[in-house]
């Protein structure tokens, strides 16, 4: 086993409902959604935000997009325009999720290396480019 | 019938008020589409569109699609582009009367009709509907509106299809609604084209999951994609979405050859988990579908086909979004550089929080965040590195007495000189006070809403 950043394994978004963040993981790999679903528990995801989630986290499978979505209640400190928050509606919970670290077998994190990051030597200059 | 089309093409050209303004243009102009959807609101949005029609009566709806109609309402009159909107915010009679001008301007004068739907405010009905005993209690905390009616700014029902296809029936090139879901500004037309019957669940659901991967524009098509971003080619014109529906409810998802952006299984499957609850139960007005049903096949070259969505009936409740005066708030900001510029961030927070609490301000919450750090991923990332080369402190308040909050925003600039050193980007000035249009949701009966529903078609 190793331990990596969740980055790695999955990509993901969140939004916002009221005063509750919504985060979808989605593996990268179709194959690594049973990793996903074994690692990434709602009381693992309710530890690893802690203080930053009021409420409960509601987790819910979508096997046929390999993704998994977490309610995360009570997270933008009252929601939408009563929030002092910067990210007042949830947008960057999904990246937030992403730090993680979580153990997987060595062949998995050998595949899954780098991926997530901006490889290196690639520059801004070159984002959007028609090709 | 005959005349039905194999496949209507519902194009999305707005996903959110302040979305890219050239969208809509290019959706027109890039190639064959049926229909043009745009999609103006968002919960905050009803907030701000409140604010704006309380100073001015005649406000109250998004402005920009306007002029917008302006400029493309030739092209859509004489391509049969139909446009779906809900531009009318808590305005829809104001946003129809501008449009009717605009489209006069425009030179569509006696070619063109304009939908109106009416009925999704309740404001004027309130007090009827609670004393006929419609509680419209807060869906997250349980609390019946009466406890804050006296702040109600305002109350709309989020529609669904029906009036859309209905204004569709009666000729209308461009229908404006007030707070009709997302979705149904995609579905609907499909409704209408195919003729989907009201209890033909699984293709009015798989037109809901159509129009929620429409609903937020460019997201589906290389915006606001993780996966893989740094390679997404032409971003500068990004495509905007175009669901390509058949008459089964399967549909693809595109854009318009040469477009920039890309859509792939990764960047849909982004975009149908954005803004998910249980994804088994999605709760619309016309159907509740069952986002777990969804089969994606990646066909390449930016064609991602969608098939398999299964519905069920709908609820005989809609949602109400409710806003309600919720007090006040500020937030200001100062900028520290190195060296332990975190360490003076929050120093000066500290004396800026004792001296709030010398002058008896109150308060129900006070926030310190560090931009640069710590205002995106929170406690995440513990605290800053003595090295860290800058932070800016963005401190915030909110509560009922407007007078402590504007006070509050005369406490900002004085750190400067009286606080920890290294200090600047003050030049914008005082912090605004700004009012808190809270947001409350709530369900009602349908029947209540829908006998009051109006469709107006009027000649431009």
């Keep these: 086993m190793t331990t990596i950043q969740l980055v790695h394994l999955a990509h993901a978004r969140s939004g916002d409902k009221g005063d509750t963040a919504n985060v979808g993981v989605i593996a990268y790999r179709p194959e690594d959604y049973d990793l996903l679903r074994e690692r990434l528990t709602s009381e693992r995801v309710k530890a690893h935000f802690g203080v930053m989630v009021q409420g409960a986290v509601e987790r819910f499978e979508l096997p046929n997009l390999g993704a998994l979505n977490f309610l995360l209640h009570g997270a933008l400190g009252g929601g939408g325009t009563m929030s002092l928050m910067n990210d007042a509606q949830g947008k960057v919970f999904s990246t937030g999720l992403l730090r993680m670290e979580i153990e997987v077998p060595d062949d998995v994190a050998a595949a899954c290396r780098g991926r997530g990051r901006v490889p290196e030597g690639w520059s801004p200059e070159q984002y959007g480019v028609s090709g | ?460």
Excluded at chain 2, 223 to 252: H, K, Q, R, T, Y
Excluded at chain 2, 321 to 333: F, P
Excluded at chain 2, 334 to 350: H, N
Excluded at chain 2, 445 to 456: P, Q
Aim: aromatic share 6%; hydrophobic share 40%; glycine share 12%.
């Design chain 2, 1 to 460: 019938m005959s005349d039905r089309k194999d496949v209507v093409k519902v194009a999305s050209g707005q996903g959110f008020w302040g979305d890219d303004l050239e969208a809509p243009v290019r959706q027109v102009q890039g190639g064959p589409i049926d229909y043009l959807m745009l999609d103006y609101l968002a919960e905050v949005t009803m907030s701000i569109l409140q604010k704006q029609r309380a100073r001015d009566p005649g406000a109250g709806f998004a402005r920009d699609f306007v002029p917008l109609m302006e400029r493309i309402f030739p092209a859509c009159i004489e391509c049969g582009v139909r446009v779906v909107t809900n531009a009318g915010g808590v305005n829809p009679v104001g946003c129809a009367e501008a449009l009717v001008e605009a489209g006069r301007a425009a030179g569509v004068s006696g070619r063109a009709k304009v939908g109106l739907v009416t009925g999704d405010d309740l404001m004027d009905r309130l007090d009827g509907l609670l004393a006929d005993g419609h509680e419209l209690a807060h869906m997250e905390t349980g609390m019946p509106l009466v406890e804050i009616r006296d702040q109600v700014q305002s109350a709309n029902a989020y529609i669904g299809a029906e009036p859309i296809v209905r204004a569709l029936e009666l000729g209308a090139d461009v229908v404006v609604t007030g707070r009709s879901t997302d979705t149904a500004l995609t579905y609907g037309p499909l409704i209408h084209e195919f003729g989907w019957a009201a209890d033909d669940h699984d293709r009015v659901a798989a037109g809901v999951v159509a129009g929620h991967i429409n609903e937020c524009g460019a997201q589906c098509t290389g915006g606001n994609c993780l996966i893989d971003w740094w390679n997404i080619e032409g971003m500068g014109s990004v495509g905007f979405p175009i669901v390509e529906v058949s008459a089964d409810g399967s549909f693809v998802v595109t854009k318009h050859l040469g477009s920039g952006g890309r859509v792939t299984r990764a960047s849909v499957s982004e975009q149908i988990v954005y803004e998910m609850g249980d994804p088994s139960t999605y709760i619309t007005p016309d159907v509740i579908a069952d986002f777990t049903s969804i089969h994606l096949d990646d066909l390449g070259n930016d064609r991602v086909r969608v098939h398999g969505v299964k519905g069920r009936a709908r609820t005989d409740f809609l949602k109400v979004s409710i806003a309600y005066a919720g007090g006040w708030k500020a937030t200001g900001t100062l900028t520290y550089s190195w060296p332990d510029a975190g360490a003076k961030a929050l120093a000066a927070d500290r004396i800026l929080r004792e001296r709030l609490d010398r002058l008896g301000l109150v308060f129900d919450e006070i926030r310190t965040e560090l931009v640069g750090w710590d205002s995106t991923h929170g406690a995440l990332v513990g605290p800053p590195p003595a090295d860290v080369p800058e932070v800016q402190l963005r401190v915030g308040v909110r509560g009922a007495d407007r007078a402590a909050v504007d006070r509050f925003t005369r406490e900002i600039a004085p750190l400067v000189l009286t606080g920890p050193p290294s200090v600047t980007g003050f030049a914008g000035g005082r912090p605004r006070v700004q009012e808190i249009m809270a947001y409350w949701p709530a369900l009602i009966r349908r029947e209540a809403v829908e006998s009051h529903l109006v469709v107006d078609v009027r000649e431009v």
